[in-house]
C-alpha cells in the first residue's frame, strides 16, 4: 500500500472518530424523553407553547403553584438564582426558562404576574405558564417529564415533581437535578454548554 493511499485511510479514520464524538452530545445524557407540545398562556397573558419556547433554545422547566405552602418558594428562588448565573455566562438569549403552573384553575396570568414579580428575574427568558386544564397538565407533567401532577384530596395543594428539567433544542428531556435545596448550578451550566 503507497503511502498515498495509507494518509487517505488515517485521515477518513480521523474524520469517523471526530462525527462519533461531535455526533450527538444528547447520548451521553441519562434520561432521553420527548417532550410533547403544550399549549399555554403566559404571565403576560400571551398565548405561547412549550414547543415555541422550546425552538431553537435550551429549556429548563420546573413545575409549581403559587398556592404551594412548601417546596414552590424555594424552587422559583432558585430558578432565579440559576438565570442570573445563566446571564453571568452569558448564555441568556440560548436558554429559555420555563414555570409550569399544575393549578391552572387558581393560577391565572395575574396571579402569576403577582407571584413572579416577588422575585428578581427577567421574563425575556422566563415564562410562568398557565391556560391549560388539569387533566392536561396532569397528562403532560406524567408524559413528558414522568413526573406526578395531582391535587391534594380534600385540599389546595398538589402533589408535583421537584426537580429542575433540562430539555435540548430537539425537545429531549435529557436530566433532572435538585430543584428545592442546593442546585447543583455548576453542574447544569456545564450540561447547557456541552449541548449548545
Sequence with gaps: MGLKSMLSIVALGFLLLGGCQGQDVEESFPMKVEVGDLTA?????????????????????????TNCDTVCLPMTANMAKLQKKIAEEGLENEVQLVSISVDPEHDTPDVLKEYSSR?????????????????????????????????????????????????????????????????????????????K
Aim: proline residues 3%; without cysteine.
Design 41 to 65: 398562556v403566559d404571565q403576560d397573558g400571551e398565548k405561547t407553547s412549550l414547543a415555541a419556547l422550546n425552538k431553537e433554545k435550551i429549556l429548563v422547566a420546573d413545575f409549581i403553584f
Design 119 to 195: 422575585y428578581e428575574f427577567d421574563d425575556g427568558n422566563w415564562s410562568f405558564l398557565t391556560g391549560y386544564s388539569r387533566d392536561e397538565i396532569e397528562h403532560f407533567a406524567n408524559v413528558s417529564f414522568k413526573t406526578p401532577a395531582a391535587k391534594v384530596e380534600g385540599s389546595n395543594q398538589f402533589v408535583h415533581g421537584t426537580s429542575f428539567y433540562l430539555v435540548s433544542e430537539n425537545g429531549v428531556m435529557l436530566k433532572q437535578y435538585e430543584g428545592v435545596s442546593n442546585p447543583p448550578y455548576e453542574e447544569l451550566i456545564e450540561d447547557i454548554e456541552r449541548l
